[in-house]
């Protein structure tokens, strides 16, 4: 019987999170440093029957309604549209965070599989900053990515915008004018320390508030919808040229609404992005664990969810995880 799968403030997980990779092929400096990264060795990664089974515990026992691909990148995983054709089955919304840089290739073959929807990470428009960001000179391939995903149907297609200030932040117009002529709805995302490199600082990140303001002094917003558990502040457009979003996650955090869980690579359970505790299903499921008790292992875990993280107070601690490592 399926029963909700809420933590001891009331908030239920609908949203499901899975790293299908730790790998990367860029190295988005707010992200993952070019060197040191240490990979997962391939046996530790859940296979594609075990990630399978536990998104099946999930619905089947907690009504998951979402589930969204990532990693690392998740396009570098081999066979993905294998993964995608399988979790399709399910019923939920199924999507994918990526950078974009292979679907030109697999947009086609994911979507073919049964994948609804698409989230483009491009934080410049600029070649050469591109280049310095992500330490891969594809811009062009990233673009046409985007493209490939808007063609092939997946549907919405958004991309995502890191802001650094003293990086890309004099991009928010630019960025905001490409959504507004591909039809894609841009998200701005503030600066988040989970960093590899251990490089974050409060100076470093845009608030939400400036990108807004930023924006409507070029083009006019209205409020799109209530917040909701969307950690997007969704606006559109006075001149209805579509809609964008801000991500404020440090500035004004959405914690209280929160609806979502995350799976890593290596199948761990974490309840938050910043959560210093986390629970390892891969042992349950390599153990011979029923799905009953996989699924009370997720309900406890789910039950311990804190209030909220604590960026910016005293009592914030740094996960011991990077956001590659546990997907974001
Ligand atoms: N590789 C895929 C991608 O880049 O879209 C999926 C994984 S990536 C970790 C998921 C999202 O996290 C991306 O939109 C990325 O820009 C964002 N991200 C990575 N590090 C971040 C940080 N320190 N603060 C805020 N967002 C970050
Ligand atoms: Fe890779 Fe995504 Fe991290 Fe960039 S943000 S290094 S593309 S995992």
């Keep these: 019987m399926v029963r909700p799968l809420v933590d001891s403030f009331g908030r239920q997980v609908l949203d499901l999170r899975v790293s299908v990779t730790d790998r990367c092929n860029f190295r988005c400096r707010y992200c993952m440093p070019e060197e040191d990264m240490h990979w997962l060795p391939r046996q530790e990664i859940l296979t594609f029957e075990e990630i399978e089974r536990v998104a099946h515990i999930f619905v089947d026992h907690f009504g998951l309604t979402s589930l969204r691909l990532t990693g690392g990148e998740p396009t570098a995983r081999a066979h993905l549209p294998e993964l995608v054709r399988r979790l399709a089955a399910l019923p939920v919304e199924l999507s994918i965070t990526t950078n974009g840089s292979t679907l030109g290739r697999l947009a086609g073959p994911l979507a073919a599989a049964g994948l609804h929807r698409a989230t483009v990470s491009l934080d410049s428009?600029?070649?050469?900053?591109?280049?310095?960001?992500?330490?891969?000179?594809?811009l062009a391939q990233v673009l046409e990515g985007?493209?490939?995903?808007?063609?092939?149907?997946?549907?919405?297609?958004?991309?995502?915008?890191?802001?650094?200030?003293?990086?890309?932040?004099?991009?928010?117009?630019?960025?905001?004018?490409?959504?507004?002529?591909?039809?894609?709805?841009?998200?701005?995302?503030?600066?988040?320390?989970?960093?590899?490199?251990?490089?974050?600082?409060?100076?470093?990140?845009?608030?939400?508030?400036?990108?807004?303001?930023?924006?409507?002094?070029?083009?006019?917003?209205?409020p799109f919808e209530q917040r909701g558990p969307q950690p997007a502040e969704r606006f559109r457009y006075l001149d209805g040229a579509g809609t964008v979003g801000v991500v404020a996650s440090v500035t004004r955090p959405f914690c209280e609404a929160c609806d979502r869980a995350r799976l890593t690579a290596e199948g761990a359970l974490r309840s938050c992005l910043f959560s210093v505790r986390e629970r390892d299903l891969r042992a349950l499921l390599r153990g011979g664990a029923q799905d009953d008790e996989i699924a009370q292992a997720i309900e406890d875990e789910v039950a311990s969810k804190w209030a909220g993280h604590a960026i910016g107070r005293v009592s914030f601690v740094r996960p011991a995880r990077s956001m590659s490592q546990i997907g974001g």
Excluded at 177 to 200: C, H, Q, S, T, Y
Aim: zero cysteines; aromatic letters at 8%; proline letters at 4%.
């Design 125 to 138: 428009l600029r070649r050469d900053r591109f280049a310095e960001i992500t330490g891969r000179d594809v």
């Design 146 to 222: 985007i493209d490939a995903a808007v063609s092939a149907g997946l549907a919405p297609v958004k991309v995502n915008a890191v802001m650094v200030r003293g990086f890309n932040d004099d991009e928010v117009v630019d960025l905001a004018r490409f959504g507004r002529e591909r039809g894609v709805e841009v998200r701005f995302i503030e600066f988040m320390p989970l960093d590899g490199a251990g490089e974050w600082s409060a100076e470093r990140v845009v608030p939400a508030r400036e990108v807004l303001e930023r924006l409507s002094a070029v083009f006019p917003l209205v």
